[in-house]
């Protein structure tokens, strides 16, 4: 079993910037993937940004050339830089973590986009 902290929600006004960090309990070379969804009110959950063990990076159409998803591994953290948010960024944003076919998931950390 896998643990995910995460840090860094808040709220903002629009057009400003929010760095997400998610620190796995194990070794982050030992997973195959990380990532973060966002879950916003009424809606269902959707994928953000990945980056894989070899830093290939994906991201959600809504949220390219905003987002950065980046990986310090002497930190063994995850992070995703959120420039230029938008009131509809507002959401619960949860770290993931794959390893083979399991995915561990974060508590959740809250980002509220003031317009």
């Known amino acids: 079993q896998v643990q995910l902290v995460e840090s860094g929600g808040g709220l903002v006004q629009a057009g400003g910037s929010l760095t997400l960090s998610c620190t796995p309990s194990e070794n982050i070379f030992s997973l195959n993937a990380m990532g973060w969804h966002r879950q916003a009110p009424g809606k269902q959950r959707e994928l953000v940004a990945t980056?894989?063990?070899?830093?290939?990076?994906n991201y959600a159409d809504s949220v390219k050339g905003r987002f950065t998803i980046s990986r310090d591994n002497a930190k063994n953290t995850v992070y995703l830089q959120m420039n230029a948010l938008k009131p509809e960024d507002t959401a619960v944003y949860y770290c993931?973590?794959?390893?083979?076919?399991?995915?561990?998931w974060g508590q959740g950390t809250q980002v509220t986009v003031s317009s």
């Open positions: 993931i973590a794959v390893r083979f076919s399991n995915n561990y």
């Open positions: 980056i894989t063990f070899r830093d290939i990076t």
